[in-house]
């Protein structure tokens, strides 16, 4: 059990109203351990002004401007996403409070906030490391944030024309993709993108890539699962003669004259678990595994 005074950055969105209710529990079981708490300034105007709570002592950061010993993601997995771009490479842990639908990574419900706080206090809890694909361009780092918890994805701006895409690994050549875009996905992304387009559900932990095609143009490609050590070189061509880089879902125009380049992260993102957690309890419960869904 930890004795000293811990502090805490909460992260959020400001679409659903309903999240303020969480956020005053989480705030109140943090007052009883005379917890410090930061929090992003966005969210932290969306609850004062519209939701008008009272946040009193708590302190206001911009972007990444922030030290905690955890960080609370309010929302769900594309607030969890958001998150983890804030925390880069700062190892800090991250909680994920499901306010919102399915909940892969923010997977603490409201009711479980306060066990999930004392489990903090107490040392009762996991923690798993997620690895991070980066993007470079032509030998340089994707301007803006370069990183992807969940996937890389390169996509098609024309709405009639697929696009052409060169793909290298280890600098050995691999196959050329014509189709509507490519999904380049970590394991922690497996269950988004990467799966409504046809590929495989991956086990956190398995230090694996996969590669699935969007709607490709032959019934041949299948997805690839190569080794997370992998280099991987894409060079596109589109009628359009352009194209877009989505990391996590912030999506890029590129020329099609651009090499892409992609290897691990040099971190690991860090999340919390409740201890005992199980990973295909989550998968199960998530993807409705063996429930009779018959009226």
């Not at 059990?1 to 209710?21: C, E």
């Not at 994805?153 to 691999?174: E, P």
Request: glycine share 8%; proline share 4%.
């Amino acid at each position: 059990m930890t004795s000293r005074k811990l502090r805490f950055a909460i992260v959020g969105n400001t679409y659903q109203a309903k999240k303020s209710a969480s956020v005053q529990k989480i705030l109140n079981c943090l007052a009883m351990h005379e917890a410090e708490v930061c929090m992003e300034r966005e969210f932290h105007r969306f609850l004062v002004h519209g939701q008008h709570l009272s946040l009193d002592g708590v302190e206001v950061f911009d972007g990444n401007d922030f030290e905690a010993d955890f960080t609370v993601s309010m929302g769900g997995d594309g607030t969890f996403l958001k998150t983890a771009s804030m925390v880069g490479e700062k190892q800090i842990p991250i909680i994920g409070v499901n306010t919102g639908r399915l909940g892969f990574l923010a997977d603490i419900n409201p009711p479980e906030i306060d066990p999930m706080v004392q489990a903090i206090y107490e040392g009762d809890y996991a923690i798993d490391t997620r690895t991070v694909l980066q993007v470079e361009t032509d030998g340089q780092p994707l301007a803006g944030c370069p990183f992807a918890l969940n996937d890389v994805a390169i996509l098609k701006r024309d709405v009639a024309a697929m696009i052409t895409v060169h793909t290298t690994i280890n600098g050995d050549y691999v196959t050329t993709y014509q189709a509507d875009g490519l999904v380049i996905s970590t394991p922690t992304g497996s269950t988004a993108y990467s799966l409504s387009v046809g590929g495989p559900i991956i086990v956190p932990g398995t230090h694996v890539f996969s590669i699935t095609a969007v709607a490709p143009h032959s019934l041949n490609v299948r997805p690839l699962v190569l080794s997370e050590d992998s280099e991987i070189t894409l060079t596109v061509e589109s009628r359009s003669h352009n194209f877009l880089v989505a990391l996590d879902g912030r999506s890029e125009k590129l020329p099609d004259s651009t090499r892409l380049t992609l290897r691990k992260a040099p971190y690991r993102v860090k999340v919390v678990k409740r201890a005992g957690q199980k990973y295909f309890h989550t998968l199960r419960d998530k993807m409705m595994w063996g429930a009779d869904q018959r009226g």
